[in-house]
């Protein structure tokens, strides 16, 4: 079973039995205590004064908000996903979960980035904002094109797309093109080249982070609707990131092409789920605590059918779904068919060893000459899920 993520932006503002929960839940205390220890910010109050439009506050609580709720769903159902995406903002903590960041990294990414924006607002000569275009027509980014000063900021959905741009701008806008336009909470005109001085910034104040070298799940970028690479330059993809649009439904559209059959959404009003509209994909909102306990039974429920956290199963299916290109039948017939045989045997056994269960499947893909990128990924996946495993 393909699990994607799905990770909020900065515009949501958390319910109160949301914040009741992360103060309440014991994992997801830790989570705003580590990132309020890092930043030597008080990050609970702010939980209190939420305003969407605080950049640089309002992009913190989104990041550390959604590391806690992963926290509190995972409490009893470790999760291993095959992709994550995240809105804006929420690429910062899907790297985070992803690839395996400390929570203090994190929060000083996430800081960052919100202070880089922050800032740029503040010195920016004219005011600007983002326009929601509700039923958008199929002419829209002629349109777009065509008015001084407005870009497509956000790929939504069918139904939604989001435009940024000067105020004065997106006014003319409105009056010549006859669309319905929704202010959005925020104060900036986010993925245009407006924040080209915030992306500038970001690089700077994020330089000296070690973010170190991870593996995980693929973190699906809004920049291009494709997968980080492995050796992705973190903090360079993020920054283009700022002044590129967000090519939502194309991720979405990406995950669900690769095989993902559940979408759990992170987010704390469940919007990300209704924004979604991928057939045949099961979205499971997580936007309140009898939300998330009923996203814990039904996660239950599949990796109970599904036998999603058999590692030796898992092991078998990189080894089945991958291309032979080795010549010598000897050799394959030596050393690939014991070696499937042996995860085999594995299978259902509660004393599996990940380590060994890891070897088995290295040396197998090296026997079958599978490409090196491909091989890399599939061992990458199954690093993390031996992590998750073991946990």
Same mark, same amino acid.
């Given at each position: ?5 799905? =990770? ?8 109160? !039995? ?24 008080? =990050?609970?109050?702010?939980?209190? /004064? ?38 804006? $903002? ?45 039923? #958008? ?22 139904? /939604? ?31 245009? #080249? ?18 170190? +070298? ?28 700022? $002044? ?16 993902? /059959? ?16 991928? #057939?045949?994909?099961?979205?499971? #909102? ?6 998330? !306990? ?77 490409? +090196? ?19």
């Amino acid at each position: 079973m393909r699990m994607t993520l799905l =990770l909020s932006g900065q515009g949501e503002t958390p319910s109160a !039995d949301v914040i009741t929960m992360w103060r309440c839940d014991d994992r997801a205390r830790a989570v705003w205590e580590e990132a309020a220890d890092t930043l030597k910010e008080p =990050l609970d109050s702010w939980l209190d /004064q939420g305003d969407p439009t605080d950049t640089y506050r309002a992009q913190v609580i989104s990041a550390i908000g959604s590391m806690a709720t992963y926290a509190v769903v995972a409490r009893e159902v470790p999760i291993a996903p095959s992709f994550a995406v995240g809105h804006s $903002v929420g690429e910062v903590a899907a790297l985070g979960i992803c690839r395996g960041l400390s929570v203090s990294t994190v929060a000083q990414l996430v800081a960052a980035r919100g202070r880089a924006m922050h800032d740029a607002l503040r010195s920016a000569e004219v005011p600007t904002g983002m326009r929601a275009v509700v039923d #958008p027509p199929a002419e829209l980014a002629e349109l777009v094109a065509a008015a001084p000063q407005v870009y497509v900021a956000n790929h939504n959905s069918t139904r /939604q797309i989001v435009i940024s741009g000067t105020l004065s701008a997106l006014d003319d806008f409105a009056a010549t093109s006859g669309l319905r336009l929704l202010p959005l909470k925020v104060k900036g005109a986010f993925h245009t #080249p407006f924040m080209q001085a915030a992306a500038d910034r970001f690089r700077e104040l994020a330089a000296p982070l070690d973010l170190g +070298e991870s593996f995980g799940p693929a973190v699906i970028r809004n920049r291009t609707a494709t997968p980080y690479p492995d050796d992705a330059d973190l903090i360079d993809e993020l920054a283009r990131q700022i $002044v590129a649009p967000v090519r939502w439904a194309e991720a979405l559209r990406y995950a669900y092409m690769h095989g993902s /059959q559940v979408a759990l959404d992170l987010s704390s009003t469940g919007m990300l789920t209704r924004m979604a509209g991928c #057939p045949g994909v099961r979205h499971l #909102p997580s936007g309140t605590p009898d939300a998330i !306990d009923a996203v814990q039974r039904e996660l239950r429920h599949v990796l109970a059918v599904e036998g999603s956290y058999d590692l030796a199963a898992r092991a078998l299916g990189a080894i089945v779904s991958t291309p032979n290109h080795q010549p010598d039948r000897e050799l394959y017939r030596d050393r690939v068919i014991p070696a499937y045989q042996e995860l085999r045997a594995m299978v259902g056994r509660a004393d599996q060893q990940p380590d060994q269960i890891l070897g088995i499947v290295d040396d197998v893909l090296r026997v079958k000459q599978v490409d +090196e990128q491909l091989r890399d990924r599939k061992m990458s996946e199954l690093r993390w899920r031996a992590a998750r495993f073991a946990a």
